[in-house]
């Protein structure tokens, strides 16, 4: 961990990543020069450019909400369950049927969700800003994978047992309310002359209606990604039950690494802001995924105050999509993925100027445009206790 004072002077940035490039810095910066941050900046070991703030940021504000601080996938996540299935004795066969079967049965990819509209009692309360196109897509999206870098995994563990992962979020209803309410802070900000380091820090005030309603939109977002991920999860064990025989599932852990919650740090109630970085509290179970077919870690948190009791929420990205689209070629990627089972590359479907059917290397997650997941995890060492590392088996992406 190094303390990095802004150039303003005024609130220090703490890192835990060992090279943080000069954009995810320079956004760092800009926060330390923010009206409405307090204390500091802390920045995970598995930083990199977002929206206004760099994935893998955390910061506290106590009267104001920012946002694209929480970013445009609200409540994105991972959920994990240890199953009662012997590591040595899953097969080739096993997981090439868990995958097949995922890939068949539980929709994946942007533009693919549910044929019919799905059931859930909180889609009451669905805000009322929302068109008719969004109602659909929340509708029939809950339950569903969606694209980019979320996946559903077969793991083994370092504990002898096979464990179920899925990365997921709330689909195009969490982007929607992102956008919609960062639109009204922009308002917000230029009608009432706040002077911003950069537009999309744009934040609403906490104690004002537009700041009551975004927190309200951003908590029926989280609710909506919670239950997301538990109905893929059923979904999952339901197919992973089907191949191995009397499969019996274990407590699973469910949590966020895009959002803003009230808490208690240094005496003082604020608003934490975790984008790409989830609550590591002391004896808090948590996951982190490595990139797709690395490692990933069941951790325990240590509840260390600097990070505003967090940690990195996976490996992070060394190369923006752009330049690994250009960097990355088809046979390093397939010789990082190994001997893992997994659904292949998505194929692009021909807007732009690459190649209709050309594998998508960038969105897909490949292992050599992210970090070390080793590396991440020594930075983080005083942030977290690994509990169990798993190794990929089985891939489906999204």
Known sequence: ME???SDSGRIPILSWCNNVEKTAMDQAVNLSRHSQVWSHVAIMADCHPGYGMPIGGVIACVNAV????????????IVAVRTDTSAASITKADLRGIVDEAGR??????????????????FNRLPGWIDKRGRELAVRSLGTLGGGNHF??????????????????????????????????????????????????SFLPVESNDGRDYIKDMEFALEYAMENRKRLMESFKEIYAGIINDARFCDQVNIHH?????????GRDVWVHRKGATSARKGQEGIIPGSMGTHSYIVQGLGNPDSFCSCSHGAGRVMGRREASRKLTLGNCNAS??????????K???????????????????????KSIEEVME???????????LNPLGVVKG
């Open 105 to 122: 049965f539980i929709p994946t990819g942007e533009g693919h969700s549910h044929r019919s509209p799905q059931k859930w009692e909180q």
């Open 348 to 370: 692009y479907s021909g807007f732009g100027k690459r190649k209709k059917g050309a594998p998508l290397l960038d969105l897909s997650e490949a292992p050599d445009a992210y």
């Open 66 to 77: 920012i946002p694209y601080a929480v970013g445009v996938d609200i409540g994105c996540g």
């Open 379 to 389: 930075a983080q060492k005083d942030l977290v206790k690994p509990l169990v590392r």
């Open 3 to 5: 303390w990095t004072d």
């Open 152 to 201: 559903l995994e077969v793991q083994e563990g370092d504990d002898g047992y096979i464990w179920l992962m899925i990365h997921s979020g709330s689909r195009n209803i969490g982007y929607r309310i992102a956008n919609h309410h960062h639109s009204i802070a922009l308002k917000h900000c230029r009608n009432h002359g706040e002077v911003l380091p950069a537009k999309d820090l």
């Open 337 to 346: 993925m190994k001997d893992v089972v997994w659904s292949g590359w998505k």
């Open 258 to 266: 895009n959002y803003a919650a009230l808490e208690n740090h240094f």
